[in-house]
């Protein structure tokens, strides 16, 4: 019965102490990305920001505000890269100075660093807005499109390797970091950020993805506020998964993707996120994780949390000793 007691009295601790806080309720959520996350524009709403809406459906981000009835200020642009440009650029380099300097700003740099739209989100209360940050897939784009155009000017461009994929994933998660270090310094107190998809030979998806998920820890744990994280990678796969478990015959669970994906279930265009795939996406952001650093108990906490253990010890000792 003593053995009990005792641990049940760790099994709460470890409860108070320990435990992830799950995802809080917001009244803002605020959208920074690319065609994933892309609404379009609405300027009856005052939203002038995005090309257009790139699913069959509502954007998950979209979705997730819903979920949380919050209101939702999204400033993702469809193609959007890491850094501050766009896959849309032409030309993809600019022709009078032979900068790098993207003429086309709207990638997710400039959408940080914006002062209209930093104004916008100055007004919000920090405790109760969440900002999701979702980006990269544009990078390994425009990185194929910028070797597609290589190679028309000198065809003895050779092909990209995986070293050039892996550094090039490796430059996005460090596009990502600069930006949420940016939202910090703004104030930000809930941050969501999802991996990517696997994205052709899996040499760029994989490489960002493990690089995000140990950069995101980092930042974590000096972060005065949440990190949430979303496993699209995990997602997808888990998505198309349930037609193989369906149809055990592997023709048919073929087919019964090629189906899904006509219907625009899981792609909308046989790329961009179908709608049903975007109700997935919502649900398991409103569902998140939590990223945070094992806890240390504030100091009261901790000397509370011994005296009720010494007082437990003596506890069995008296009636040890009766």
Not at 84 to 100: D, R, V
Not at 207 to 226: M, Q, R
Not at 300 to 315: D, K
Request: glycine share 10%; net charge negative.
């Amino acid at each position: 019965m003593k053995r009990k007691f005792l641990a049940g009295f760790l099994l709460i601790c470890s409860v108070v102490f320990l435990s992830a806080p799950a995802m809080a309720a917001f009244t803002n959520v605020v959208a920074f990305g690319d065609s994933i996350s892309d609404n379009g524009t609405n300027a009856s709403a005052g939203d002038f920001y995005g090309f257009g809406v790139y699913t069959n459906g509502t954007p998950w981000v979209d979705r997730l505000a819903a979920l949380h009835g919050a209101s939702i200020f999204n400033v993702a642009f469809g193609g959007a890269t890491t850094g501050w440009g766009n896959i849309y650029e032409t030309p993809l380099i600019a022709p009078s100075t032979g900068s790098s300097v993207p003429t086309n700003f709207s990638g997710l740099q400039w959408q940080v660093n914006d002062l209209g739209i930093q104004t916008a989100i100055g007004g919000m209360t920090k405790d109760s807005t969440l900002f999701t940050v979702w980006a990269g897939a544009n990078d390994y784009n425009r990185m194929n499109a910028m070797n597609t155009y290589n190679k028309f000017i000198d065809p003895t461009t050779p092909d990209l390797t995986a070293a050039d994929k892996q550094a090039a994933a490796l430059n996005a998660v460090n596009n990502i970091m600069t930006a949420l270090g940016t939202l910090d310094t703004m104030g930000a107190k809930h941050i969501l950020v999802p991996n990517l998809m696997l994205l052709g030979d899996g040499n760029f998806a994989v490489t960002y993805n493990t690089a995000l998920e140990g950069a995101l820890a980092a930042f974590a744990s000096s972060f005065d506020g949440t990190v949430y994280t979303l496993d699209i990678f995990s997602l997808y796969f888990r998505m198309f998964a349930g037609y193989d478990i369906q149809n055990e015959d592997p023709e048919i669970a073929a087919a019964a993707e090629a189906q899904a994906m006509l219907d625009g279930l899981i792609w909308s265009d046989g790329y961009h996120p179908g709608y049903v795939a975007h109700a997935a996406m919502a649900w398991a952001a409103f569902n998140a994780p939590a990223l945070v650093p094992a806890p240390v108990p504030l100091p009261g906490a901790m000397v509370l949390m011994a005296s009720g253990c010494i007082a437990l010890l003596g506890f069995r000792r008296k009636r040890t000793a009766a």
